[in-house]
């Protein structure tokens, strides 16, 4: 395959259960590849597992969101330099990265997710009570998948739920590529406004959340830096809930559509955990989610990418690399490869992959225990998913049982 004949980068799926076809023509034939992109200018595309996993951990590429050669999707694309927020923890670099990251990582151990497990369990419990006892059929999307991650990340980090369609609102159109800069500039600046007074009340109560113990680690340190709490609760408030909302109607959807699995799941509930590895490889949500600037000239895969350009991981396509995992195209609950590229890989890899990891396995667990008999309530074909989104999923998932 020639870089031509991939002139333009294809940025929707044709199937909700596989990457552009394009991509995986890429995979197999020119897996390093200059393209152009949607909203004009060229940049360059990995495919291959080993190609990302390498371009994440090596220092020749910068995370730099900011660059000026940075890869965006659309001509609307915001610029970095115009929005109200601080650098976010996943634009740097080292030697500013470490200790941006180490200050958190804490939060989201093993261990401490742990600790959350019944708290979690007892909102996945109480929202399926109301939609059991609710209208049906039911909205999975409006009646679970949003508001149970939605209210997990409010928790943690000391958010009222009262705010949450606020913050759905804006962050649906901060990851719609359809809309214009002016309104994702809105939509931050409003993000911004809300978090600032948030952060200010709570340097003043003392609170025993994330955020309140990121300010109290802070104090003890010399003084709170506030325009960086902002950046960080806006990075975990959008990543926390938006994720694994899509990912819990995008993993439902497709178990009912695989019967056989999902008679599996339930004959053996701890085929969960496994299960939710594979639906994570399987759909790769934030597929343009890495992106990076090489800042010297890098040689992979025989191919040389010149200095100064902009780069783009098709991590959907590296998780289904043949040489990484067998049969790659097949739904396999039991492959339980937890080596998938959509939690990212390297210094950057996703703080809070752990405690997705978790909701989705209580989600999935609680779901198909208590509703045995639950089934689509329309047609598969008239299931609309979020094509224009940075991270995909779907609009709506109508149920009943």
């Avoid at 670099?93 to 151990?109: K, M, Q, W």
């Avoid at 990418?305 to 049969?327: C, H, K, Q, W």
């Avoid at 405690?355 to 299931?383: C, S, Y």
């Amino acid at each position: 395959m020639t870089t031509e004949s991939a002139a333009t980068l294809q940025t929707t799926r044709g199937c909700p259960f596989a990457p552009p076809e394009q991509h995986l023509r890429l995979l197999r034939e020119q897996p390093v590849a200059k393209v152009t992109l949607p909203a004009g200018g060229d940049a360059w595309v990995a495919a291959r597992y080993e190609d990302i996993r390498t371009i994440l951990t090596d220092p020749r590429f910068t995370a730099d969101r900011g660059h000026p050669n940075a890869p965006r999707l659309t001509e609307d694309a915001m610029d970095p330099a115009s929005s109200p927020l601080p650098k976010l923890m996943l634009n740097m670099d080292p030697p500013e990265h470490g200790p941006a990251r180490r200050a958190v990582i804490s939060e989201f151990t093993v261990r401490r997710m742990a600790a959350l497990r019944p708290r979690i369990q007892q909102i996945v419990d109480e929202h399926l009570d109301a939609m059991i006892d609710g209208p049906r059929p039911a909205d999975l999307v409006r009646d679970l998948a949003l508001p149970v991650p939605s209210l997990v990340i409010c928790e943690m980090l000391g958010v009222p739920y009262a705010d949450h369609d606020f913050f759905q609102v804006h962050s649906a159109q901060l990851l719609n590529r359809a809309a214009t800069e002016q309104e994702r500039q809105h939509a931050v600046m409003e993000l911004a406004i809300y978090l600032d007074k948030l952060i200010t009340a709570k340097e003043q109560e003392h609170a025993d959340d994330l955020l309140g113990r990121q300010i109290a680690k802070q104090r003890e340190n010399g003084e709170v830096d506030h325009p960086a709490l902002i950046g960080l609760a806006f990075l975990l408030l959008i990543a926390g809930h938006e994720t694994t909302a899509n990912m819990i109607s995008l993993g439902t959807y497709l178990l009912l559509q695989e019967p056989e699995a999902l008679e599996a799941l339930r004959a053996d509930p701890d085929k969960t955990v496994n299960a939710v590895e594979e639906l994570l490889r399987y759909f790769t949500i934030a597929e343009f989610a890495m992106a990076r600037v090489a800042l010297e000239d890098v040689e992979l895969g025989g191919t040389v990418i010149p200095a100064g350009s902009g780069v783009l991981m098709l991590a959907n396509t590296g998780n289904r690399d043949p040489e990484v995992f067998e049969d790659a195209e097949r739904f396999d609950i039991d492959r339980g490869a937890r080596n998938h590229l959509t939690f990212g890989y390297g210094a950057h890899q996703c703080l809070g992959q752990n405690l997705a990891r978790m909701e989705l396995e209580i989600v999935f667990g609680t779901l198909f225990r208590r509703l045995p008999e639950l089934r689509l309530a329309v047609p598969a074909d008239q299931l609309s998913f979020k094509d224009q989104a940075a991270v995909y999923g779907m609009h709506e998932l109508p149920v009943t049982w």
